[in-house]
Nanobody, 126 residues
Framework: QVQLVESGGGLVQAGGSLRLSCAAS????????TAWFRQAPGKEREFVTT????????SYADSVKGRFTISSENGKNTVYLQMNSLKPEDTGVYYC???????????????????WGQGTQVTVSP
């Protein structure tokens, strides 16, 4: 079993920055992709960004392009999410997720991922 633990969330003013971390432990393996999703109160969980096993190929939701950056440190089994120019609409619980292998499901979809963390709260005040 793989455990994912997110950290780095908190309260920040609009325009500020936060860096989230997702650390994998347990029976870790070379994952196919690792993603960040977020869920605002009363809304569906939505895709934010994903990074492929090579640590190079990435994809972002339009709403965060140019502001958020995903990166990985394979030797530490850790993925980061650098969030800059934060907006109140970025508020939510941020979840890390891992896909074990490639499937026909788009990596922007929740069911492409096999493991999920418990989430970390990000709150952006106006």
């Amino acid at each position: 079993q793989v455990q994912l633990v997110e950290s780095g969330g908190g309260l920040v003013q609009a325009g500020g920055s936060l860096r989230l971390s997702c650390a994998a432990s347990g029976r870790t393996f070379a994952s196919y992709a690792t993603a960040w999703f977020r869920q605002a109160p009363g809304k569906e969980r939505e895709f934010v960004t994903t990074i492929m096993w090579n640590g190079i190929s990435t994809s972002y939701a339009d709403s965060v392009k140019g502001r958020f950056t995903i990166s990985s440190e394979n030797g530490k089994n850790t993925v980061y999410l650098q969030m800059n120019s934060l907006k109140p609409e970025d508020t939510g619980v941020y979840y890390c997720a891992v896909a074990k292998r490639m499937t026909a499901t788009s990596l922007s979809q929740r069911n492409a991922y096999d493991y999920w963390g418990q989430g970390t709260q990000v709150t952006v005040s106006p």
